[in-house]
C-alpha cells in the first residue's frame, strides 16, 4: 500500500496547514512534522532531525520557498523534534522557537564546523519561550505557544493555529500506528494504539487532567500530534479529553518494585 506523505489539513487559500506524516525510514519511530503557511509566512513545526531534513525539505519545496520560513519550531528538546536545528539556521533565515529550559541546551546540537558558521547570530535567531507560553508573531495573526509540560517534557509546549483551530498537541494524543495519514475513525479500537505510550511517557493523571481542562476552553477543531493519527471534530477530540483525564500514567502506576537496585 502506497501511503501520501503529506496531508493538506486546512487551506482557505491564504493559509494552509500541512502534515508530513511518513518521512521517517528504516528503524526511526513515525514521526509527523508541520508546516503552517500565511500569505508570504511560513513556519516549521518538530522538524526532526537527519532522518527527515532532507525528504522534509523537498515536500516543503513543493508549497513555500525555505527563503519564506519565518520559524522552525520546536515542542520540547527530543531528537525527533529539533536534532536538524543547525541545518535549518544554515540553509534558511528562519529563526528558532523553544522553550526557555532548553534555549541553552540547543548548542549541543550543532557540530563544531555548524557552530562556527552559525556563532555569531545564533541568539538573534532564537526566541525563547517563558513557562507561560506566548503569542508568536506570524504576519497579520499569531500562532499560539501553549503550555504542556511534562506531556511529557518538563519544558514542553503545543502550537495552536486560530484560523485553522488546529492544536498542534506533540505527544499528547499520539498513537503508534502504521498510517498517519487518516483521521481517528473507532476511538474505542484506537485506544490499544495509545495507551502504553501515554502511560509511559506522561507525568501524572493530575498533569493529563489539567492540560484537559485548559483544552476543553479553547475552539480546537483538530487536534494533531506529533507520532499517528489526529483527531477531528469536537465529538472525537471529547472522547481523548474524557479518556486522558482518567488515565492513569507516569508517576501513578509506580511502586517501590520500580525502585531496586539491579
Known sequence: MSISSSQVLFDNGHHKCVSFTHLVKGEGVQANQFLIIHGNHAAVIDPGGDLTYTPLTIEILKYVKLQNLDYVIASHQDPDIIASMPRWLTHTPATVVASKLWARF?????????????????????????????????????????????????????????ISKILFSGDMAASLVDDASVTVSNFEEHTKYMRGFHQRYMCSRKVTRLWANMVRDMDVEMLVP?????????????????????????????????????
Open 226 to 262: 506529533q507520532h499517528g493519527m489526529p483527531f477531528k471534530g469536537k465529538e472525537s477530540i471529547g472522547k481523548f479529553l474524557d479518556w486522558i483525564s482518567e488515565l492513569d500514567c507516569g508517576i501513578d502506576l509506580l511502586t517501590q518494585a520500580d525502585y531496586r537496585a539491579p
Open 106 to 162: 540547543l548548542p549541543h546540537l550543532t557540530s563544531a564546523f555548524m557552530a562556527e558558521r552559525i556563532r555569531d547570530d545564533f541568539s538573534d535567531r532564537l526566541i525563547e519561550l517563558p513557562d507561560r507560553g506566548q503569542d508568536i508573531p506570524f504576519g497579520d495573526t499569531v500562532i499560539k505557544a501553549v503550555p504542556a509540560h511534562f506531556l511529557h517534557s518538563v519544558g514542553n509546549f503545543q502550537f495552536y493555529d486560530p
